[in-house]
């Protein structure tokens, strides 16, 4: 194991679409910036695999931006603990990474929420995005069965991403009913870019069943699913399938500005018209700040880049183009809002933490999240509490209490390195 100490005027920790126009805007200021992410290539999931190809033609200009600039791009690097102010260290190919920062900028970006139903823990039973990720990765759908079941745009791009690489998409189940659909899709008719990517998903989609007010309620099958039992009203019937692609929108990736003492507001991180924390030189930009999709994830990353940088006068600027992206985000939100009967989903035998094989059965026997992960070990998983935490608190109410190092799954040898790191600065602080 090898460890290394960088340092920089600006860190961006997410290389998302917010991490990249954060970074590129920093940079246009002379600073020494940097971007640290878990994957190989920058783009985040949204443009996962695009690079400069005119496939995705709104990534380009961001990824020539971002290579013409200043800024490195640390990846395969996970960010995991905060030893002290100004300092994060992290998971990197060479080791242990200490890396030090004047400002830091958030772009931890969201993840698609799993909601626990019967059979939900059998194999092929995927999230939406995890599956259309695999894809993107070389794995081969082609000539398989999918259903496409949960909330949100997300399983429209995704549904059309996998019928596109040959996958037999059967049916689109959304859990939201037909009126709030259509609302939203009023205030999408004065945004003519939304409502062109809106008619070129539907033609990419032409054959494919899509039902509002309609969810999944089991799972079923021997060895893997084979079908999934859905509900629509007091209707339910069973679809083959091969693959349940499944998610119920998007959560925020709040668990690093949590770490760093940064004030949430309704679930997501609380910032100023700057896109500055509560914790001063801490910035937060793209979907932690509230899910909003691609437009208000760049505008949010220009405004976070250039008020890093000292350049306040043109983060101004923006702060109209943000206006309106969050009116867009506002009505996203509720349109996908999640029904009262999603919570009756899980049966008592039903996995809610399938790392430590919790039961919802088991969980109500307690009050809260401290005398769960007691009792029960419910969220000390590999995952900790990721899949199963947003689960809990939208079936139980139940909040976490708090948010303790390493926030990701560490080596031993990076554990050492934060009890060293955790020393010298107890020592430093004792010299003063």
């Not at 691609?294 to 990353?301: C, F, M, N, T, Y």
Request: net charge positive; with cysteine; charged share 20%.
């Amino acid at each position: 194991m090898t460890s290394a100490s960088r340092n920089f005027d600006v860190l961006i920790v997410g290389a998302g679409p917010a991490g990249m126009a954060a970074a590129c805007c920093a940079s246009e200021n002379g600073l020494r910036v940097a971007i640290v992410d878990n994957n190989p290539q920058p783009g985040g999931q949204i443009w996962r695999g695009a690079s400069q190809s005119s496939a995705v033609p709104e990534a380009a200009p961001w990824y020539k931006k971002l290579a013409a600039s200043r800024a490195q791009v640390l990846s395969g690097t996970e960010a995991y603990d905060h030893p002290a102010p100004g300092k994060l260290l992290a998971s990197s190919p060479g080791g242990v990474c200490e890396i030090s920062y004047a400002k830091l900028i958030l772009c931890t970006g969201a993840r698609e929420r799993f909601l626990p139903f019967p059979g939900w823990t059998l194999p092929n039973v995927i999230g939406a995005g995890g599956l259309q990720a695999l894809v993107k990765s070389g794995f081969s759908i082609a000539g398989k069965k999918i259903v496409v079941a949960g909330s949100g745009p997300l399983l429209l791009a995704v549904a059309a991403y996998l019928r596109e690489h040959g996958g037999d998409v059967r049916l689109i189940a959304e859990q939201s009913s037909w009126p709030r659909l259509i609302r939203f899709g009023l205030a999408l008719a004065f945004q003519k870019e939304k409502l062109a990517q809106s008619f070129a998903l539907k033609c990419q989609l032409a054959g494919i069943p899509y039902k509002a007010g309609c969810w999944p309620v089991a799972a079923e099958g021997n060895g893997r699913v084979e079908s999934v039992t859905l509900r629509s009203g007091n209707k339910t019937w069973k679809e083959a399938c091969d693959y349940l692609a499944c998610g119920f929108f998007l959560v925020p990736n709040v668990e690093l500005p949590l770490l760093l003492g940064c004030e949430l507001r309704a679930g997501f991180v609380r910032v100023d018209d700057f896109q500055q924390t509560t914790i001063p030189e801490v910035y937060c930009a793209g979907e932690p700040t509230g899910i909003g999709g691609l437009d208000l994830s760049l505008v949010e990353g220009q405004i976070a880049g250039h008020a890093a940088a000292g350049n306040r006068e043109a983060a101004r600027k923006l702060f109209r183009e943000r206006d309106r992206s969050r009116k867009f985000a506002a009505a996203l939100g509720r349109a996908f809002s999640l029904r009262d009967e999603l919570h009756s989903l899980p049966a008592d035998a039903t996995f809610i933490c399938r790392c430590e094989d919790v039961t919802l059965a088991r969980l109500r026997n307690h009050s809260c999240w401290r005398a769960a992960k007691l009792q029960t070990r419910c969220g000390m998983g590999s995952c900790q509490g990721r899949i199963c935490g947003p689960a809990v608190e939208f079936l139980l109410g139940w909040k976490p209490e708090s948010v303790r190092p390493p926030i990701y799954p560490v080596s031993v040898s990076s554990l050492a390195k934060n009890i060293s790191i955790e020393s010298q600065s107890s020592l430093q602080e004792e010299l003063r």
